[in-house]
């Protein structure tokens, strides 16, 4: 086809679904179909490429399940996540960064006892005492009553839902603050882990060369009433692997100071909330 004969084609579809009602979403299917259009043409996309490309769409939907979204995980490796997250969450001064939900936020995590733990007492690793305070962003007022849902990986580097060893919601927890915006937990200190690597994901990595690592870090949504929720994950101070995160999440502004005090290791962090509607994200894995 020469330049006229591809012009008219997407011409010809961007007609064709020029009738839906939805202001927004006709703008979004408007650009999915110039874009891709005008992507295929700069690619020259030939017919075994083409073959290629859904054959890797069909196997992502053959790793897909309610353990696992390996469509979401992709978004994750090549950093459609994260843009999402910033584009739509950051500003400027803004003392705690915005993360992608990630593949493995499981729903309706039990609520605990303020100060018990997330973890098992079965569950082997280094335990650490992390304690703060929720807090309106703009004049420092104590947020009461906000939910902090926290999940994090095993020091195998697995989440509940990938190791049958693990109790079920095991590493995850969730848990109210006070009148004063505090709150207390205790977790496991944070391990580093590789994303899934057995599925196309995997081989994309591979293929870029590029380590599956994610450092070290735990994860957090935070919400309450008439605020945006927050969704952060919260990395160790000083860990190597953090500006090679394998989905681009880890910064500065999402690190926090563990320390050794006597035999215990402690953190304390602040979560600021912007007002805003208050969201729960979908989770990728049911309850």
């Keep these: 086809m020469n330049h006229e004969t591809d012009q008219a084609l997407t011409e010809k579809v961007l007609k064709a679904y020029d009738h839906i009602d939805d202001p927004r979403l006709k703008s979004i299917v ?19 490429e083409w073959e290629f490309a859904w054959d890797f769409m069909r196997r992502m939907a053959e790793k897909t399940s309610p353990e696992r979204n390996e ?49 098992s007492e079965e ?12 807090y309106d962003f703009e004049n420092n007022k104590p947020v009461e009553g906000a939910v902090l849902d ?10 509940e839902n990938q190791d049958e060893h693990q109790p079920d919601y095991n590493l995850r927890g969730r848990f109210k603050t006070d009148e004063n915006g505090t709150f207390e937990l205790i977790a496991l200190m944070p391990t580093a882990y590789p994303v899934p690597t057995d599925g196309p994901v995997g081989e994309l990595l591979r293929v870029a ?12 949504i935070v919400l309450a009433p008439c605020y945006e929720t927050l969704v952060t994950q919260i990395f160790v101070k000083g860990d ?37 509607v208050s969201k729960m994200p979908k989770a990728p894995i049911p309850s």
């Design 71 to 119: 469509f979401l995980l992709l978004a994750d490796v090549i950093g459609v996540s994260q843009l999402i997250e910033s584009h739509n969450h950051e500003t400027p001064g803004q003392p705690v960064g915005y993360a992608l939900v990630g593949p493995f936020f499981r729903a309706n995590a039990p609520f605990r006892e303020r100060g018990s733990s997330i973890a």
């Design 240 to 276: 190597p692997i953090i500006e090679d995160d394998a989905v681009f999440t880890a910064s500065q502004n999402m690190v926090g100071d563990f320390r050794q005090e006597g035999d215990h290791m402690l953190l304390k962090y602040g979560f600021p909330l912007k007002r805003g």
């Design 150 to 159: 926290t999940w994090q990986a095993a020091t195998n580097g697995l989440y």
């Design 209 to 220: 060369k590029r380590p599956p690592d994610r450092p070290a870090h735990i994860h957090f």
């Design 123 to 134: 569950t082997p690793g280094e335990r650490v005492h992390i304690s703060g305070r929720v």
């Design 30 to 48: 408007s650009l999915l179909i110039k874009h891709l259009h005008t992507c295929i043409k700069e690619m020259k996309v030939t017919d075994q």
